[in-house]
């Protein structure tokens, strides 16, 4: 009597789910080879990504992130790990750290690309990101007397 409710989603971590029940309508199953395509593809983009990122991490650090500490966003564009406190963050092929304002604590900047432990040794040491108004009020620069 009661409609077959079809807004229930069960997520298979495997891919090799074979049982597809054919419950449905012939005509829905376009759209769940596409999506199937879809999260495939995604799901390899951001396999990829995690892969990449353990790379440059291990070059760079010589230490593994821990999986929990890896975050990815949807799209499998980029993938975040804190390591010791230190945020790192891949876009593409470009690994940055991210920090905060260093006078308020407050916000995200993203470093220069690190592509070396000199890259990593300068952003963690030299580098200090501010906000426009935070920035150091000494040497005035462009005081017009
Ligand atoms: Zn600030």
């Known amino acids: 009597m009661s409609a077959h409710v079809a807004s229930s989603v069960t997520r298979h971590p495997s891919p090799q789910s074979s049982a597809i029940t054919l419950s449905r309508r012939e005509s829905s199953d376009w759209q769940a080879t ?3 395509v879809y999260t495939g593809a995604i799901d390899a983009a951001r396999l990829q990504l995690r892969r990449r990122l353990d790379e440059r991490m291990l070059a760079l650090t010589g230490r593994e992130a821990p999986a929990e500490a890896i ?6 564009q980029s993938a975040s790990a804190v390591v010791d406190g230190v945020l790192f963050l891949l876009r593409r ?3 940055v750290i ?3 304002c260093a006078y ?3 916000g995200r900047f993203v470093s220069e690309p690190l592509d070396g432990q ?3 040794g300068y ?9 426009r108004d935070c920035e150091p009020a000494d040497p005035p620069t462009d005081t017009s007397w």
């Open 93 to 95: 092929d470009d690994l």
């Open 118 to 120: 000199a890259d990593l």
């Open 104 to 106: 308020c604590q407050t």
């Open 71 to 76: 975050a990815m966003d949807a799209e499998g």
């Open 98 to 100: 991210v920090r905060p």
């Open 34 to 36: 596409a999506v199937a």
């Open 123 to 131: 952003a963690l040491a030299v580098w200090a990101p501010y906000h």
